[in-house]
């Protein structure tokens, strides 16, 4: 990694380079990581044994990298993904995401967002989130400026897959009931950021949240060609996305 580094900084001195941490890769260093990964260890372990065990496995895959050589010759970020695809391509997870592995609800989110807090302090620089899903939580209420009418649900099928992560940057408010409500109501570890009344669920913006983590770079886009895709004429999605973008970074 160091003979990398020296590389690119010889040859690109101007460039913005780094490396990418796998938060799904760990064998588990402190803690055991069941089948869904490190992220969803508070399902079992609850929030303070299990968020105080995702910062000390952090800290060692930390470790682990810096000892490689990833911080060497100018590297000035670190990098993190979620997953290649939206969670709603996993069998059964739209009907049921409690018994998925990849949709997740606000307690994962906020897991996720102390793994790149604790990198940030163990590396001492910035880090990028990439490849985020763009599907979103369906039953939205948000109403297209293309049509006039609400955002129609995404199909679960090719292109148009369910996933949480854009809700939980960019916000939304959407209807849940049953199995759904439940999971996307759940905030253990005490999420200022949503607010419920009757089946209307809202998860506020949080993107202040991901600042203060130390993430400075938020890249969302289709993992895979299966993916839901926010680019395109027209997106898969709807243009949803790029809907809620334009409303958290208005013109100025």
Request: proline share 5%.
């Amino acid at each position: 990694m160091s003979a990398i580094n020296y590389i690119i900084h010889r040859n690109a001195p101007s460039a913005r380079f780094g490396w990418q941490f796998n938060l799904w890769a760990s064998p588990g260093i402190k803690t055991t990581i069941g089948a869904r990964g490190l992220m969803r260890i508070t399902d079992t372990q609850g929030i303070t044994l299990g968020r105080a065990n995702i910062q000390a496995e952090t800290r060692e895959i930390a470790k682990y990298y810096k000892e490689a050589g990833i911080l060497s010759h100018g590297a000035q970020q670190v990098s993190i993904d979620k997953y290649g695809l939206d969670a709603g391509a996993e069998n059964g997870a739209a009907l049921n995401p409690a018994n998925s592995t990849w949709f997740w609800n606000l307690d994962h989110w906020n897991n996720y967002l102390l793994f790149a807090r604790t990198l940030r302090e163990e590396t001492g620089v910035p880090v990028t989130l990439w490849q985020l899903p763009v599907g979103r939580i369906n039953s939205t209420l948000a109403i297209s400026p293309y049509s006039g009418s609400r955002f129609p649900n995404l199909t679960n099928l090719n292109q148009k897959y369910e996933d949480s992560a854009p809700t939980f940057f960019l916000g939304d408010r959407f209807s849940v009931t049953g199995a759904r409500k439940a999971w996307f109501t759940t905030n253990l570890g005490g999420d200022p950021g949503i607010s419920v009344t009757g089946d209307i669920v809202e998860w506020r913006p949080h993107l202040d949240a991901a600042r203060a983590a130390g993430i400075d770079l938020i890249l969302f886009g289709a993992g895979v060609g299966d993916s839901t895709d926010g680019v395109g004429s027209p997106p898969t999605d709807d243009y949803w996305w790029i809907t809620r973008v334009q409303a958290c970074f208005p013109s100025r």
